[in-house]
């Protein structure tokens, strides 16, 4: 399995980098030490950065941060070259780019799954969190909790791969 997660993540390159990028970002910005910094390596670690699990109050920010910021630059890329080139049929070389780099985005966009159980223990196993802080963060966690799972086992691919050519239809749905 970590064979074809190396190969996933070697197609989607810029995502992959821009995924340790953004985790490296967030370590330093929550102050968590980074043990080691290469964001390619043939292991599960491919596009991410390995850094000692995140204390309370970083765990979250750790696996939020990187995610909205490529879920976002992903989306932004996507779903207009999905729209000009899907439901419109118009090819050209910077529509193939952007959907090429939204998808890459897309993919790679979950947190590493250590990451995402150390967020869920941090957030709902430990006595010391908030009720509110825990009703208020529950849906964003179990969206990355689960979406880690998915990356692991590299279903991300076939899930964002669907939602590029369905989302010029679920668009079209609204705008008629």
């Known amino acids: 399995m970590g064979t074809i997660n190396f190969i996933i993540k070697i197609l989607t390159f810029p995502g992959a980098f821009l995924k ?3 985790e490296q970002l967030a370590c330093r910005m929550y102050e968590i030490p980074i043990e080691f910094s290469r964001y390619f390596q ?6 991410h ?17 990187p995610h909205i910021i ?26 193939i780019l952007f959907t090429y780099f939204g998808i890459s985005c897309l993919v790679n966009c979950f947190p590493l799954l250590e990451d995402a159980m150390n967020m869920w223990e941090h957030l709902f196993k430990d006595e010391d969190t908030k009720v509110i802080s825990k009703i208020g963060l529950a849906i964003p966690a179990a969206i990355m909790y689960a979406g880690a799972y998915l990356e692991h086992y590299f279903v991300t691919v076939f899930t964002t791969l669907g939602f590029a050519y369905a989302i010029p239809y679920i668009f079209a749905l609204f705008i008629k």
Request: hydrophobic letters at 45%; proline letters at 4%; one cysteine or more.
């Open 49 to 65: 950065v390995e850094h000692i699990l995140a204390p309370k109050q970083g765990s979250f920010g750790v696996c939020f941060l």
């Open 70 to 95: 490529s879920l976002i630059c992903g989306l932004s890329f996507l779903i207009p070259a999905s729209l000009n080139s899907v439901y419109l049929g118009k090819f050209n070389l910077f529509g």
């Open 42 to 47: 043939k292991n599960e670690l491919c596009g």
């Open 20 to 22: 340790g990028f953004l």
